[in-house]
């Protein structure tokens, strides 16, 4: 079928919007009417890293309805709305002990290009193949996707609004409920208040800890953090990030996340925890160098990459949106909706901290 799609033809290009053909889905995946799908930083990397085969289509964090499924497919059906989220084979050891983010061909199969069979589902109007992005590519008005990708949602919700929670607000709320499980009264730091930061930090205060510090260098999120539940909020540009969590804690802070990828923010995100405390690195990163001795070993703390938010889309995505309608997960003061020829300005603004979270709509 003709659809219309956003496209990369090389390292560092804007995208441009060009008519496609899509494949029909095989027996184990879903064609899916896309509504909109969420600007995220990953796919300013695939645009700009080469992290997948030029040209590729992007778009990571759909939303829409079901239009037909594979003679397979057994979880959703025509007329069902649905969240596209990160692909997994869901047979590996880590899949199987409910784990898929930290599936074996995680890899090869969000970012090599193909579908599941090695096979493209996208290509251009000329007949070659255009790369897939994390199973997706909901840039487009139109996706075929595997069944591991889709979770279906209530109906009862603007399915525009859901796309993020496939990607970015899934990672930053999952790292805090799945895989840290902070105690009650407990404290964290979170550096950089972006949809994955604020994620966190919502999902903290759900929990109930004592201490949320929001560290960011724009006041406009730093705002809107404290809106969100920060009981503390650093502008790190003008106040000394250590000194104002030891005012707070005098024993250093339980648990920190990074969600920038800056070397010395994740440095500090280190340095400013207590002995045994954890931090979680979740931004795109290069080399970062410790004395594993006087900043980590010495002090039983423990640094970890957690991808996902360590969570099963289909189970977490639904957990979300109930403490989104409980008004516990008020992730929509975040959105700015966007029409898909205005994409580019959408990358632009997420890029400068203008807005938290882009969200191109595809289908009004």
């Known amino acids: 079928m003709r659809i219309s799609t956003a496209v990369v033809n090389d390292q560092g290009k804007s995208l441009s919007i060009e008519k496609a053909e899509l494949s029909a889905p095989m027996h184990n995946e879903v064609l899916v009417k896309v509504f909109a799908s969420g600007v995220c930083h990953t796919d300013a990397a695939g645009r700009d890293l080469g992290m997948t085969p030029y040209p590729v289509a992007l778009g990571h ?18 007329g069902d709305h649905v969240v596209l989220s990160f692909s997994y084979c869901g047979h590996c050891e880590n899949c199987l002990t409910g784990h898929p983010a930290s599936c074996v061909h995680l890899n090869e199969l969000n970012f090599g290009g193909r579908n599941f069979d090695g096979t493209h589902r996208i290509h251009s109007i000329s007949g070659n193949d255009i790369s897939t992005f994390f199973g997706q590519s909901s840039f487009s008005t139109y996706a075929v996707v595997d069944e591991h990708g889709v979770t279906k949602v209530p109906s009862t919700i603007d399915i525009s609004l859901l796309g993020p929670l496939g990607c970015g607000f899934q990672t930053g709320a ?14 964290i730091i979170i550096f950089g208040t972006g949809a994955v930061g604020l994620s966190a930090l919502m999902a903290a205060k759900i929990i109930g800890l004592d201490n949320i510090i929001a560290v960011d260098v724009h006041e406009n999120r730093l705002k809107l953090a404290e809106e969100l539940g920060a009981t503390k ?3 790190s540009n003008q106040e000394n990030v250590a000194e104002v969590a030891k005012e707070l804690t005098k024993s250093g802070i339980d648990y920190s996340i990074d969600t920038t990828g800056v070397p010395s923010v994740i440095k500090e995100a280190v340095n400013v925890l207590k002995p045994s405390g954890t931090c979680v690195l979740l931004g795109i990163a290069g080399d970062v160098t ?29 957990k979300l949106i109930r403490y989104y309608q409980k008004g516990l997960f008020p992730f929509d003061k975040l959105i700015k909706f966007y029409d898909l020829n205005d994409i580019n300005q959408a990358f632009d603004d997420s890029k400068n901290g203008n807005v938290i979270k882009p969200v191109v709509r595809i289908f009004n």
């Open 290 to 318: 410790f004395n594993i001795q006087q900043e980590i070993m010495g002090e039983s703390k423990q640094v970890v990459g957690v991808i996902e938010g360590d969570a099963v889309p289909q189970l977490f995505i639904p």
């Open 61 to 78: 964090e759909g939303s829409g309805v079901v239009e037909r499924v594979g003679d397979g497919v057994t979880t959703v059906k025509p």
């Open 233 to 235: 909020t650093v502008n």
């Open 174 to 187: 999952g790292t805090v409920l799945n895989y840290l499980k902070p105690k009650f009264g407990s404290s």
